[in-house]
């Protein structure tokens, strides 16, 4: 009888340059964290020891990207780079027509613009800070149109990034199509915890927007993270190449806009990109009054170059995997110490449910805030808030108060190793031990936009 024997994956690179880390006293994070207004947003690099802010921008580079680099043509007008661009957007990802922008939001910026109009509603599977921002600054409101399972950390649906299309539907017939320039949609959906979109649902929404003339923009910024959770949980597709499944999910959608600064492992970049030559024209015409020349976009030609290059690379089988392997390694050895955790782990980070964990502090204290300055207090981890702070107010003024409050540990591709992660997981286990003398915040500061990137806090 042939034995099978456990078979571990590895990561598909090896290390060629390290970059040091500090490491600090108690009594130097506790000042720090102070200064910074126990906002981790605020505090410098310098007195952070393992950096899980956040995913964007913090990539290893390849080798290849970083030779790339030294072939950036720099001309202001038709730089080589950002034809190889266009070529590599085309081929792995099938759009027609790419505008380059500084980052995620610059793109956003452009199609809120062109596409939106005051009193127009966009429906999205869940909100994101810079995106709803976007709408609202154009005049839209923002419409939720996830499914219920996402915002129940407990709840084990394996595609929590899906659409109800029940609340589409009531949308459309209460406002008409009309009034709905387009549907969002978010592959890997970052604010419900990383969490993926299947192929049948996107093929649904496709088919019911075809038939009332609505757009799909989708939001690809995690997307080769998405086309993984498919490849392993939806069935007809375990056999299936990741940029096959990435092809396939653009296939369904209208146009994008992407922060190249996640999956597409570059430090700086983005992009809006369209099948439609109308949306394309108007684009040009704006990139140039908002990010620079329809041929660069706020880019320098060597960030392009490296965009086209990590484009390839972030859609490659075992890159992929060892990316989410290292998300779910994190995630179990949380697990074994029974950190409350948002269920299924997430393709990018490993949210923490701070209601659990801190079910003492009411929202409006700020638990997940709160518990983020603590991880950093006690080991120089710095996480980020993904809680009522980031969800911020209304135009009316009025705060949201999302189901969710998590803090999330964002793993940067291609950085960390797996002592690192086992570092984190034992500094989360030794809060969750002194969780009862933790106490909430009040908000002395409050900024107008995106408050989550500068209010500061005071403990209670
Ligand atoms: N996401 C993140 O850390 C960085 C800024 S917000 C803390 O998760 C999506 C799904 C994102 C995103 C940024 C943007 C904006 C759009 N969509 O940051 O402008 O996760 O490149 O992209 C951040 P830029």
Same mark, same amino acid.
């Given at each position: 009888?042939?034995?099978?024997?456990?078979?571990?994956? +590895?990561?598909?690179?090896?290390?060629?340059?390290?970059?040091?880390?500090?490491?600090?006293?108690?009594?130097?994070?506790?000042?720090?964290?102070?200064?910074?207004?126990?906002?981790?947003?605020?505090?410098?690099?310098?007195?952070?020891?393992?950096?899980?802010?956040?995913?964007?921008?913090?990539?290893?580079?390849?080798?290849?990207?970083?030779?790339?680099?030294?072939?950036?043509?720099?001309?202001?007008?038709?730089?080589?780079?950002?034809?190889?661009?266009?070529?590599?957007?085309?081929?792995?990802?099938?759009?027609?027509?790419?505008?380059?922008?500084?980052?995620?939001?610059?793109?956003?910026?452009?199609?809120?613009?062109?596409?939106?109009?005051?009193?127009?509603?966009?429906?999205?599977?869940?909100?994101?800070?810079?995106?709803?921002?976007?709408?609202?600054?154009?005049?839209?409101?923002?419409?939720?149109?996830?499914?219920?399972?996402?915002?129940?950390?407990?709840?084990?649906?394996?595609?929590?990034?899906?659409?109800?299309?029940?609340?589409?539907?009531?949308?459309?017939?209460?406002?008409?199509?009309?009034?709905?320039?387009?549907?969002?949609?978010?592959?890997?959906?970052?604010?419900?915890?990383?969490?993926?979109?299947?192929?049948?649902?996107?093929?649904?929404?496709?088919?019911?927007?075809?038939?009332?003339?609505?757009?799909?923009?989708?939001?690809?910024?995690?997307?080769?993270?998405?086309?993984?959770?498919?490849?392993?949980?939806?069935?007809?597709?375990?056999?299936?190449?990741?940029?096959?499944?990435?092809? +396939?999910?653009?296939?369904?959608?209208?146009?994008?806009?992407?922060?190249?600064?996640?999956?597409?492992?570059?430090?700086?970049?983005?992009?809006?990109?369209?099948?439609?030559?109308?949306?394309?024209?108007?684009?040009?015409?704006?990139?140039?009054?908002?990010?620079?020349?329809?041929?660069?976009?706020?880019? +320098?030609?060597?960030?392009?170059?490296?965009?086209?290059?990590?484009?390839?690379?972030?859609?490659?089988?075992?890159?992929?995997?060892?990316?989410?392997?290292?998300?779910?390694?994190?995630?179990?050895?949380?697990?074994?110490?029974?950190?409350?955790?948002?269920?299924?782990?997430?393709?990018?980070?490993?949210?923490?449910?701070?209601?659990?964990?801190?079910?003492?502090?009411?929202?409006?204290?700020?638990?997940?805030?709160?518990?983020?300055?603590?991880?950093?207090?006690?080991?120089?981890?710095?996480?980020?808030?993904?809680?009522?702070?980031?969800?911020?107010?209304?135009?009316?003024?009025?705060?949201?108060?999302?189901?969710?409050?998590?803090?999330?540990?964002?793993?940067?591709?291609?950085?960390?190793?797996?002592?690192?992660?086992?570092?984190?997981?034992?500094? +989360?286990?030794?809060?969750?031990?002194?969780?009862?003398?933790?106490?909430?915040?009040?908000?002395?500061?409050?900024?107008?936009?995106?408050?989550?990137?500068?209010?500061?806090?005071?403990?209670?």
């Amino acid at each position: 009888m042939a034995t099978t024997y456990h078979r571990s994956w +590895a990561e598909p690179y090896k290390m060629k340059m390290v970059e040091l880390l500090r490491m600090t006293t108690r009594a130097q994070r506790l000042k720090a964290i102070r200064d910074a207004g126990f906002n981790t947003f605020l505090l410098p690099s310098k007195d952070v020891y393992i950096d899980l802010l956040t995913d964007s921008g913090t990539s290893a580079m390849s080798d290849r990207q970083w030779a790339g680099m030294m072939q950036g043509d720099e001309s202001y007008a038709g730089s080589q780079n950002f034809y190889h661009l266009e070529k590599a957007v085309h081929a792995y990802y099938g759009y027609k027509y790419l505008v380059p922008t500084h980052q995620g939001r610059g793109a956003e910026n452009l199609l809120s613009k062109i596409l939106i109009k005051p009193g127009d509603i966009i429906p999205g599977n869940m909100y994101f800070t810079t995106t709803r921002l976007h709408q609202e600054l154009a005049g839209g409101t923002f419409a939720d149109i996830i499914i219920d399972e996402a915002h129940d950390p407990q709840n084990e649906h394996p595609f929590k990034g899906n659409v109800d299309l029940n609340k589409l539907e009531k949308l459309v017939k209460k406002h008409g199509p009309e009034k709905i320039p387009y549907v969002c949609i978010a592959t890997n959906v970052n604010m419900a915890g990383g969490q993926p979109i299947s192929l049948a649902n996107l093929r649904e929404l496709w088919n019911y927007t075809r038939q009332h003339g609505i757009r799909i923009i989708h939001d690809m910024t995690r997307v080769a993270e998405n086309a993984y959770f498919i490849q392993q949980r939806e069935p007809g597709y375990a056999k299936m190449s990741i940029q096959r499944i990435v092809k +396939a999910i653009c296939s369904y959608t209208d146009g994008a806009t992407m922060s190249a600064k996640k999956d597409a492992l570059v430090n700086i970049g983005g992009f809006l990109a369209t099948n439609e030559w109308e949306v394309y024209e108007e684009a040009r015409n704006l990139v140039v009054v908002y990010e620079g020349l329809h041929t660069y976009g706020g880019m +320098a030609g060597r960030d392009m170059e490296a965009m086209a290059i990590g484009i390839e690379e972030s859609l490659n089988d075992n890159h992929i995997h060892a990316r989410v392997g290292q998300v779910e390694y994190l995630g179990h050895r949380m697990e074994e110490f029974d950190i409350p955790l948002v269920r299924p782990i997430g393709g990018h980070g490993v949210f923490v449910d701070a209601r659990r964990f801190l079910p003492h502090i009411p929202q409006d204290k700020f638990p997940a805030q709160a518990l983020a300055a603590e991880i950093y207090l006690d080991s120089g981890v710095r996480t980020m808030e993904r809680g009522i702070v980031s969800a911020g107010r209304k135009p009316n003024g009025e705060q949201y108060f999302p189901k969710l409050e998590l803090v999330r540990f964002t793993i940067p591709r291609r950085v960390y190793t797996q002592a690192h992660m086992d570092v984190v997981a034992e500094s +989360a286990n030794a809060v969750l031990h002194r969780r009862n003398r933790i106490k909430g915040l009040n908000m002395v500061y409050e900024p107008k936009y995106l408050r989550f990137f500068q209010a500061r806090f005071e403990r209670l």
